[in-house]
């Protein structure tokens, strides 16, 4: 079992900056590929981000690449994501998820955190 918990998200302006975490309890943490998806009101969810368990590797949505950048602390049991550059259009719930692929049918998820982006 693997329990996830986000954190850092808030109200920022356009432009600005902002980085989530994603702090796991269990043992399998250090194996499971994570990323990073969000929800916007009226919208379905979408991926980000997502690392694998190496952290070697990397991928991105294209409305994110170059502004955004996941990371991983494998001795810490949390992901990052920074957020660059922040447009009106990040504006969502971010949710962390974690599995043995991103997306998987039975990964964890996190409960969620805000992030609103005013222009």
């Known amino acids: 079992q693997v329990q996830l918990v986000e954190s850092g998200g808030g109200l920022v302006q356009a432009g600005g900056s902002l980085r989530l975490s994603c702090a796991a309890s269990?043992?399998?943490?250090?194996?499971?590929?994570m990323g990073w998806f969000r929800q916007a009101p009226g919208k379905e969810r979408e991926f980000v981000a997502a690392i694998r368990w190496s952290g070697g590797s990397t991928f991105y949505a294209d409305s994110v690449k170059g502004r955004f950048t996941i990371s991983r602390d494998n001795g810490k049991k949390t992901v990052y994501l920074q957020m660059n550059s922040l447009k009106p259009e990040d504006t969502a719930v971010y949710y962390c998820?974690?599995?043995?692929?991103?997306?998987?049918?039975?990964?964890?998820w996190g409960q969620g955190t805000q992030v609103t982006v005013s222009s």
């Open positions: 998820n974690a599995g043995p692929k991103i997306p998987g049918p039975e990964n964890y």
């Open positions: 269990g043992r399998t943490f250090s194996v499971f590929a």
